[in-house]
Structures are given as C-alpha cells and as structure tokens.
C-alpha cells in the first residue's frame, strides 16, 4: 500500500509528500521488510531521485528494478508500474545519453538489493 501511494504521488508530482511517506517506510516497515515489499515501487522511488536531481542514482535504481522484477518472473510491469518506468525513462533520456544510462542502469543490475533499498531511502 505504501509503494503504491508514493507511487501515486509521485505521478501527480507531489514530490514531497511522496519523499515523506516513503521515509516512514523504514521505521513501519523495518530494513528487512523493505526489499521484499517495496522493489516494486523502485522506479517510483528512482523518479523522486531524478527530481531532485540524483540523476545516477535514479538510474542505477531503475536497473535494479529491471532485474528485480525479472527475478520475480514479471515480464510486464502493471500499469500504474508501467507509468512510473515509462516517466523515468523520458526523464533519464533528458539529461542523460543512451550510453551513459546504459552503463548507470548495468550498474544496478550488479547492486544486491539490500544496498540498493538503503539507497532508494536515502531520502532525507
């Protein structure tokens, strides 16, 4: 449910709003919780990222969620998910090269999730 608000705020571009519920994520979710209920929500998290203009980091957490939801066997992100993807892709594409999000996004793609769930969070 908290992805999928941060999610929600995100797409009406309530940066900050969106930036506080996900930092209440930690202390209602715990560290561990966080990996296994929120990867869904890492391009969402990437776009708050991208908006404040941790570009690289926004990129290597959309890698990340690329192979997280392969993992998962998701070959098609839902809609709401698909949105989300499809904002930060444009976003990337706007301030960076085809080349430079690739390395970015293959660098997530080796994160391990813990680390990259820390990162997503790091918010405040």
């Known amino acids: 449910i908290l992805g999928n608000l941060i999610g929600a705020l995100v797409a009406r571009q309530r940066f900050e709003r969106a930036r ?6 930690p202390q209602r ?4 919780g966080l990996g296994e209920q929120l990867w ?3 391009d969402a998290l990437a776009l708050l990222h991208l908006h404040e203009d941790r570009t690289a980091l926004a990129a290597q957490l959309a890698g990340v969620a690329d192979r997280e939801f392969e993992i998962h066997g998701q070959m098609q992100r839902q809609p709401n998910e698909a949105v989300d993807r499809n904002a930060l892709a444009a976003g990337l594409a706007r301030r960076l090269s085809a080349a430079e999000i690739s390395r970015l996004e293959l660098e997530g793609r080796r994160m391990g999730l813990s680390e990259a769930m820390a990162r997503a969070f790091e918010l405040d």
């Open 20 to 25: 506080e519920v996900a930092l209440q994520c």
């Open 29 to 32: 979710l715990g560290r561990l």
């Open 40 to 42: 869904v929500s890492l």
